[in-house]
């Protein structure tokens, strides 16, 4: 089938954002050199829908070095770089994604990899394997398994696995410590800053950032906004983090409270109505709202768009609302993705282990096609530490190994 990307000829600057990932991702480029020799995948189909930028391009690259047949889509509309799409064709792979897709051309291009008949799938939010359920049942005795990225897409699966209908194994990477103790925390943490700052083109110091939701990601992107000089608010629906948000120095109130003192909102859920129409009309004149959840649902945008009697542009990314009572309110890339679709996504070195993650439990999937009876299967811990010890060699740094009297100590029963 033939690739569909904007422009074939934006090649040679999507190599470039390629390479300069590659020389800072240590981990698959040792993955990379291993795979090239074994070729663990030689006659896999993968099915990928992963942030279409620079570093998802470089992890199909090494996929696709141990023998894989690469179909590669994006998970936003917004996050796509045409020019690292085309970078990825230029070199062989199968890739149906553009930036600013329609709904209806972000269907048709995440039906187009799951038509190639995958036996791996690689979801960040969930949509292929929601998509080969609910529309191609005819092509699930393929898959052998998958790995799912986000905090989405595993609660996606979960429920699907509760009613019965998750119907091939899927592996939890998103759960994997080197990913969400990292990915999460730093990654996003960084990253959302990043698409926020160049975005925004203001300062954060002295100002009041709410951020919604104090899981792995939250708790990233509040310690930024306090090393930026924030002050920080937290809202959450869950008491033990909301506690823990507490003694981690930071306030805790309600969202239709905190609208009222926020400059900066952003959201970090992973559900839906966080922001709505109480907290928009209460809010600061010029208050900038952003989401850092996997869709676009947790700042209520459409809601937003009705009760506004006027919108435009404002800058580049940033659409402003005036309401009623002529209060302005800011929205960052249209309440999708922050981090890349206003950026470039979490750092490379950040990816390099999570990318590693997905690598090593693909290829676990492989290895372990006959005997996976559980639909839903956390990462091994062995791979968890291979993956730390590869990256702590990386740095350069040791670390201390038990003696066997310490491990029958800590072993004894006695």
Same mark, same amino acid.
């Given at each position: 089938?033939?690739?569909?990307?904007?422009?074939?000829?934006?090649?040679?600057s999507?190599?470039?954002?390629?390479?300069?990932v590659?020389?800072?991702?240590?981990?698959?480029?040792?993955? =990379? =050199?291993?795979f090239?020799?074994?070729?663990?995948f030689?006659?896999?189909?993968?099915?990928?829908?992963?942030h279409?930028?620079a570093?998802?391009?470089? +992890?199909?690259?090494?996929?696709?070095?141990?023998?894989?047949?690469m179909f590669v889509t994006?998970s936003?509309? &917004?996050?796509?770089?045409?020019?690292?799409a085309?970078?990825?064709?230029h070199?062989?792979l *199968?890739?149906? #994604?553009?930036?600013?897709a329609?709904?209806?051309?972000?269907?048709?291009h995440?039906?187009e990899?799951?038509k190639?008949?995958?036996?791996?799938?690689i979801?960040?939010?969930?949509?292929?394997?929601?998509?080969?359920h609910?529309?191609?049942?005819?092509?699930?005795?393929?898959?052998i398994?998958?790995?799912?990225?986000t905090?989405?897409?595993?609660?996606?699966?979960r @429920?699907?696995?509760? #009613?019965?209908?998750l119907?091939?194994?899927m592996m939890?990477v998103?759960?994997?410590?080197?990913?969400?103790?990292?990915?999460n925390?730093?990654?996003?943490g960084?990253?959302?800053w990043?698409?926020?700052?160049?975005?925004?083109?203001?300062?954060?110091?002295?100002?009041?950032?709410?951020?919604?939701?104090?899981?792995?990601c939250?708790?990233?992107v509040?310690?930024?906004?306090?090393?930026l000089? @924030?002050?920080?608010?937290?809202t959450?629906?869950?008491p033990?983090?909301?506690m823990?948000?507490?003694?981690?120095?930071f306030?805790?109130?309600?969202m239709?409270e905190? #609208?009222? &003192?926020?400059?900066?909102f952003?959201?970090?859920?992973?559900c839906?109505?966080?922001?709505?129409?109480?907290?928009?009309?209460?809010?600061k004149?010029? @208050? !900038?709202?952003?989401?850092?959840g996997?869709f676009?649902v947790e700042?209520?945008v459409?809601?937003l768009?009705? !009760?506004?009697?006027e919108s435009?542009?404002?800058?580049n *990314?940033?659409?402003c609302?005036?309401?009623?009572?002529?209060?302005?309110?800011n929205?960052?890339a249209?309440?999708?993705l922050?981090?890349?679709?206003a950026g470039?996504?979490?750092? #490379?070195?950040?990816?390099d282990?999570?990318?590693?993650?997905?690598?090593?439990s693909?290829?676990? +999937?492989?290895q372990h096609?006959?005997?996976? *009876?559980?639909r !839903?299967?956390?990462?091994p811990?062995?791979?968890?530490?291979?993956v730390a010890?590869r990256k702590l060699?990386?740095?350069?740094m040791?670390?201390?190994?038990?003696?066997?009297a310490?491990?029958?100590? +800590?072993?004894?029963t006695?």
């Amino acid at each position: 089938m033939p690739s569909e990307i904007r422009d074939i000829n934006l090649w040679e600057s999507g190599k470039r954002k390629i390479e300069w990932v590659k020389n800072n991702m240590p981990l698959l480029r040792s993955i =990379e =050199e291993e795979f090239s020799v074994s070729k663990p995948f030689t006659g896999i189909k993968i099915a990928l829908s992963v942030h279409l930028e620079a570093k998802t391009a470089y +992890l199909c690259k090494v996929f696709a070095a141990g023998g894989a047949e690469m179909f590669v889509t994006g998970s936003n509309p &917004l996050s796509t770089q045409d020019d690292v799409a085309s970078a990825l064709v230029h070199d062989g792979l *199968n890739v149906f #994604a553009w930036y600013n897709a329609t709904e209806e051309e972000y269907h048709r291009h995440i039906s187009e990899v799951i038509k190639a008949a995958p036996n791996i799938i690689i979801d960040d939010g969930g949509d292929l394997v929601h998509l080969i359920h609910s529309e191609y049942p005819q092509l699930i005795g393929n898959v052998i398994g998958g790995c799912e990225e986000t905090t989405t897409g595993i609660h996606r699966l979960r @429920a699907m696995n509760e #009613a019965g209908k998750l119907k091939f194994p899927m592996m939890l990477v998103n759960d994997a410590d080197c990913k969400h103790l990292f990915d999460n925390r730093y990654g996003t943490g960084q990253s959302v800053w990043d698409g926020i700052n160049r975005t925004t083109n203001l300062i954060v110091a002295g100002k009041n950032v709410v951020v919604a939701g104090y899981g792995w990601c939250g708790k990233g992107v509040a310690m930024r906004a306090k090393g930026l000089g @924030a002050s920080v608010i937290i809202t959450e629906v869950d008491p033990i983090k909301a506690m823990e948000a507490v003694m981690d120095g930071f306030k805790v109130m309600k969202m239709t409270e905190a #609208a009222k &003192l926020g400059d900066f909102f952003i959201t970090v859920t992973g559900c839906r109505d966080v922001i709505c129409e109480d907290s928009f009309r209460v809010m600061k004149d010029g @208050a !900038i709202c952003c989401n850092a959840g996997h869709f676009d649902v947790e700042v209520d945008v459409a809601g937003l768009k009705k !009760i506004a009697v006027e919108s435009h542009l404002a800058r580049n *990314n940033i659409t402003c609302y005036t309401l009623d009572n002529g209060k302005r309110i800011n929205v960052i890339a249209e309440g999708r993705l922050v981090n890349l679709a206003a950026g470039d996504g979490h750092p #490379a070195e950040i990816m390099d282990m999570s990318f590693a993650i997905q690598l090593l439990s693909s290829l676990y +999937l492989v290895q372990h096609k006959d005997s996976l *009876n559980e639909r !839903i299967i956390n990462v091994p811990p062995e791979i968890d530490r291979e993956v730390a010890r590869r990256k702590l060699k990386f740095w350069n740094m040791e670390i201390d190994e038990l003696t066997p009297a310490q491990r029958e100590y +800590l072993n004894s029963t006695e």
